[in-house]
């Protein structure tokens, strides 16, 4: 124990930093070190600054604090040292963009770096990022800026390198968030009309009522005086804005005229089919057809039909194959030729997490099945629960505990938490812990166990109440907790830091308790 739980709140806001703001009986808030000696003291009110939309799974900036003085805010770092003076109005984080600070100054709002170096200037009335993401995160997103005129408000846009593209006088604007592209698209309006601009340059004239982009075409579609069609992102007509509506259907564009609806392709050119929707398959060239009586089949990259239409339901996996559900049967797989790889006799069938992995579920026995990237059974598990981890799945019941690697591979716990010296055993129903040498060094006495945590804890679990060991096999808090939700079948996997449980409060928020619930 390094800070006495005397407080009735504790704030870490970096938690490789030992630096906590704590809070008091009588309100009074302070921050003190790990040795609970009080730091920052020649500060007032200092506090974190909460980020929302960042990748992170901080809450709070983790290079930067505030604090006030005279009514006004400034930042310091994590060691108390001085960033920025007491001059701003107003301090927080920028809505997705970590380690960038928006401040109000004089009445206007800017945005500082957490070094305090100012990125844009102080002279609107908002700012907010625009939301791009990418596997760069939100680095990427750029700014909506706001001002106020005689006509109202009016909108300009700022890069991710804190350049000005759009000057502020525009009545909206949006990025165009599904184009994957160093180029920014915006859709934006003027006097009324709408048009896009591709960074700098008019890409589609500002011609329309509205425009929206469809990431599935990769194009827009555009409307003015209630007739509509489609233009690609050079700023291409592909479609005269002739129809009374037009709707994007996968990869295809169903156009309705007065007199008929026509189905094009992404080049404007018109196809003849009878489907009622046609759905694009990522990563092959296939497609979801859906016909006019509800029923699902698949067409390949030549347009060809693969698997009738003769299914409740169609769903794209991985690789090539698709779950589907047969009426009065269930689910199962086929692949992209129509061959059955799993036969059609599960209540679920779905992808495990992120993993090219399957499971199935038979509900009337609750039995679980886990299936390969190649369709091949792994494991068959009663009253299975899952958790997904990192680099692999773990799949347990009361008399087992199964892992399974991301690429489909069946490993045992000493395989997978190599940094772990105890591991769970079952020996005659009961449960224990062995080292890796299969030495029995806990005693198998308990009714179930929990895998060695990370801070070098497990739980124990006899006669329904749990209790807490540590990595030297040496009990640190007898079995006194019950976690037990009513269902004998479901498996509870609580988790300890020494005699504390992980639990949640009102908020969602994680806190660990050695409070002691009622049986």
Known sequence: ?????????????????AVFIVTNENGETSVVNEKNEKIFTEYSNVQPIETDGTVTELPYEKSVLRYEEDGKY???????????????????????KEGEILAKKDGKYGVINNKGKELID???????????????????????????TDDGYRYGYINSEWKQVLNTEYTSIS????????????????????GVVKNKNVAIDFAYQSIVYNKDTNLFKVERSGQYGAVNIDGETILDVTYKAINFNGKYILAQSYTEDMYFNQKGERIENTYTAMIEVPNIEYCITVDANNLYGILNENGEEVVKNEYLYIEYVF????????????LGVIDKDGNICIEFEYDVLSKIGDYNLLKGVDMESNVTDIFSNDMTEI??????????????VKIYNATSINYITSNGEQKTEKDILVDNTLFAVNKDGKWGFEDKD????VECVYDYVTEFNRYGFAGIKKDGLWGVIDEEGNIICECKYNFDMGNEEEVVMPEFIGKYYKTYNENNEIYYSDEIEEI
């Open 1 to 17: 124990m390094i800070v006495p739980n005397n407080y009735i709140n504790i704030i870490i806001p970096n938690p490789t930093k």
């Open 74 to 96: 400034g930042l310091i770092d994590f060691s108390g040292k001085a960033i920025t003076k007491a001059i701003y109005d107003e301090v927080s984080s920028v809505k997705y």
């Open 122 to 148: 102080f002279e609107y009335e908002e700012i907010e990022a625009d939301k791009y993401y990418s596997d760069n995160g939100y680095s990427k997103s750029g700014y909506i800026v706001k001002v106020t």
């Open 175 to 194: 990025r165009v968030l599904d184009i994957d592209s160093n180029d920014i698209y915006l859709i934006v309006s003027r006097n009324g009309q709408y």
């Open 319 to 330: 690789d090539k194959y698709f779950v589907a559900y047969k009426s009065g049967q269930g």
């Open 379 to 392: 494991l068959s598990v009663e009253n299975a629960t899952l958790d997904i981890k990192d680099n692999y």
């Open 438 to 441: 299969g030495n029995e060094k």
